[in-house]
């Protein structure tokens, strides 16, 4: 990470004209059931579809399925080693743009072995969970929901899983939901941040939202209760406010804030609202608060004025009404830069009045990784279903990214020069056992330096093209390979050539042999 510097804090303001609510012109969505075996409806009418879409893995039953309100949470997958340390769910053909992405994690002793186990989870090629064992008790037994905004733009959403140790990556259901490619200020914010849900809070009100709940909300997030989150030497002192009016300005692009959210509020019996969050250190956060003046007392603008505090810096000065009257929506957003601290507060101090609030989110702005180049994707998926490699070496899902794992086993990645990608760097996969053939779109591997095939059982022919590029050695030897050495091997960037013991014929071309003149080594067949 980098070196911590002093907080750097960004802020926008938000208001939508009242109008009426267009229809949500996003239609994805993929609501998935990891481990079911049936589609089902869950009380809120939401359809969830059988499990789907996984690289590999077993299912399971959670032990105490009678805890959990619906089947999605009481079946789970979960990916042993025999389906290699990587596995994912890949989720095809989507059209590019930024999507919601919510899952369910439970253990609940489903495999009788008490030991919730430790893994990571990626979105797109970029970390974005890590589970530790031991877990939290209540955590291990309940299962958390966790949630992410991203950006899509190859055509699939990639979920994966790695095993630590020997332990196996579980997952209990996966939802998918495209959203506006604008919401959460995603123009100045940029495609290249993941906003991972670090608290989104609903003020005065218990937890609702898809799930939990049979109200609205087009992206499918869910609000949790304030209550946990309220500094505690205030809560007594906390006035819940609540109407039935209409809220004007909700259900608007490019958030569709649901209506729901603005029709309670708290305000600050002391003259202060102050909440906590827990958060990760050396990350950036993206802060968004909600406003709607629903107390019909205030008539005019500066009858309520509050200082909004972030971590102790004063950050703005709202007045609700003078922004968008009574009963309007009104958000606010702002962003901490290289947080220090394990906490985050906001602090709402009155200035006029009592200070108010409807909501609450923060995002942590985790920074995209380099991914595998798309032309390399390409060829590596072509080579694993040419070689026929084993489900035991999980070459799932990026086969470079995250760049805190290991890349695919076998394979060595590196930036391309631009480090604007990750380019395969070298293949080794000497003595696995591979009974296939080696795929024509292995020349699509430009950054090639190391080829290591031997000792296999693989046939066809020798890819014309192999070695016109930047290869440098090629150990093809101990196979099955059939037909003649194409004259691509005989560049003169390449250093080392095994052949031997194939079914190669026709001629060795001359220009192979001057390979071992300056000072390279090969060794082939006396072809006839």
Not at 200 to 226: A, K, L
Not at 273 to 278: A, F, I, N, P, V
Not at 308 to 320: E, K, L, M, Q, Y
């Amino acid at each position: 990470m980098p070196p911590l510097v002093p907080f750097l804090f960004f802020f926008f303001f938000f208001f939508i004209p009242s109008s009426m609510a267009a229809p949500y012109p996003f239609s994805i969505s993929y609501h998935i059931d990891c481990g079911g075996l049936i589609n089902s409806t869950d009380p809120f009418a939401t359809t969830w579809l059988s499990d789907r879409f996984y690289t590999g893995g077993t299912t399971g039953i959670v032990s105490e399925p009678l805890i959990f309100h619906h089947p999605q949470e009481k079946n789970l997958r979960f990916f042993p080693l025999s389906s290699g340390k990587k596995n994912c769910y890949i989720i095809p053909n989507l059209p590019s743009g930024r999507y919601y992405f919510r899952t369910f994690t439970v253990y609940d002793n489903y495999d009788g072995r008490s030991h919730p186990p430790s893994f990571d989870a990626s979105i797109e090629g970029t970390l974005v969970f890590s589970w530790r064992s031991p877990w939290n008790e209540d955590l291990a037994r309940h299962g958390a929901y966790s949630d992410l905004f991203a950006f899509i733009t190859d055509g699939e959403a990639d979920f994966c899983f790695y095993s630590l140790s020997t332990d196996s990556p579980v997952i209990g259901s996966f939802q998918l939901v495209q959203v506006d490619p604008l919401s959460y200020n995603s123009t100045a914010i940029g495609e290249n941040f993941i906003l991972v849900n670090y608290g989104r809070i609903t003020c005065g009100s218990e937890q609702w939202g898809p799930g939990f709940s049979n109200d609205t909300d087009v992206f499918g997030r869910s609000w949790q209760s304030d209550l946990d989150f309220i500094i505690p030497t205030l809560k007594q002192s906390v006035k819940v406010l609540s109407t039935t009016n209409s809220v004007s300005g909700t259900d608007q692009q490019p958030n569709y804030f649901p209506m729901k959210l603005y029709q309670k509020a708290v305000t600050g019996g002391r003259g202060v609202l102050e909440y906590e969050l827990g958060v990760d250190a050396k990350l950036d956060y993206l802060i968004w608060l909600h406003f709607a003046e629903i107390d019909s007392s205030v008539k005019k603008a500066g009858q309520r004025v509050f200082d909004v505090f972030i971590n102790g810096n004063n950050a703005t000065r709202i007045d609700i009404f003078a922004k968008v009257g009574s009963f309007g929506a009104y958000s606010w957003s702002y962003t901490v830069k290289n947080l220090s601290s394990l906490t985050l507060t906001v602090k709402l101090v009155g200035v006029v009045g009592s200070p108010l609030l409807s909501g609450l989110e923060n995002y942590a702005l985790v920074p995209r990784d380099l991914s595998t180049a798309p032309e390399q994707v390409s060829a590596m998926r072509a080579l694993k279903e040419s070689l026929r490699v084993p489900g035991r070496m999980g070459w799932n899902g990026d086969p470079c990214a995250p760049t805190n794992w290991d890349a695919w086993e076998g394979i060595t990645c590196r930036p391309n020069k631009n480090a604007t990608a990750l380019v395969i760097f070298q293949i080794d996969l000497g003595s696995q056992g591979l009974k296939g053939y080696i795929s024509d779109k292995i020349i699509l591997l430009t950054n090639l330096v190391s080829l290591n095939l031997s000792s296999n059982s693989l046939g066809g022919t020798i890819p014309p093209g192999l070695g016109e590029s930047s290869l440098t050695r090629l150990d093809l030897s101990n196979n099955e390979l059939t037909g003649s050495i194409p004259d691509s091997l005989a560049s003169p960037n390449l250093q080392l050539v095994l052949l031997n013991d194939n079914l190669l014929d026709g001629r060795v071309p001359e220009e192979i042999y001057s390979i071992g003149v300056h000072g390279g080594a090969i060794e082939a067949l006396i072809l006839a």
